[in-house]
């Protein structure tokens, strides 16, 4: 079943109880979660970029099912933008410290691209098509309480493209943090996310 059908019977249920007994109320399992601020180790500069990154993060984490600790608390809490990110012992402590169930943290390692023109490829080529030279990657690091378990995961996206409408930096990183996202573990509807009816 696909995670679009399960979301949809979700829905269905609730519109179907809330009907036949508007007087109940459903409990969930919320997991609080943690996103820390972007480790921006390639010194990207373009503001377009960094924004798809955090809101590609955030929007995988939707309530009721998942809550995002505000980020500034995050922020005071995590005084190193890297170190923490690499240690599971460091990632633990945000937990506690936060009381958060999962801790995010995201990773800009490289976020370049050039263009090469025709001259590039020498007198004797044929190919007069201007290219773009992009060279993306992008770590994320995971940590989740429940379970006790930390993630290291990673993403790239680098080449040569013929040079297109759609051909820039910004679509690069996109494919490769969506590659990103898709890696991460947690689902939109967490297997135990409703846990009872209460009357």
Not at 26 to 51: M, R
Not at 177 to 187: F, V, W
Request: with cysteine; hydrophobic share 40%; net charge neutral.
């Amino acid at each position: 079943m696909t995670r679009f059908k399960k979301v949809l019977l979700l829905i269905t249920f609730l519109q179907v109880t809330l009907i036949f007994n508007p007087f109940s109320a459903l409990a969930y399992n919320t997991y609080h979660v943690a996103l820390l601020p972007l480790a921006n180790t390639a010194n990207c500069q373009d503001k377009e970029i960094v924004e798809l990154l955090q809101s590609k993060v955030t929007n995988k984490f939707k309530f009721p099912f998942y809550e995002i600790i505000p980020a500034e608390s995050a922020a005071a809490i995590q005084q190193d933008a890297l170190k923490p990110l690499k240690d599971k012992a460091a990632m633990k402590k945000l937990a506690k410290d936060l009381s958060a169930d999962i801790v995010i943290g995201v990773e800009l390692v490289h976020a370049q691209s050039t263009t090469v023109t025709p001259p590039f490829w020498g007198p004797y080529s044929d190919d007069d098509d201007t290219y773009l030279d992009t060279r993306v990657l992008i770590k994320c690091y995971a940590y989740s309480a429940k379970d006790d378990t930390y993630l290291a995961l990673k993403s790239s996206n680098s080449g040569l493209e013929p040079m297109r409408v759609d051909t820039n930096l910004y679509n690069s990183v996109e494919k490769a943090m969506d590659e990103l996202i898709g890696k991460l573990p947690y689902k939109r509807v967490p297997d135990d996310a409703l846990i009872q009816r209460v009357n």
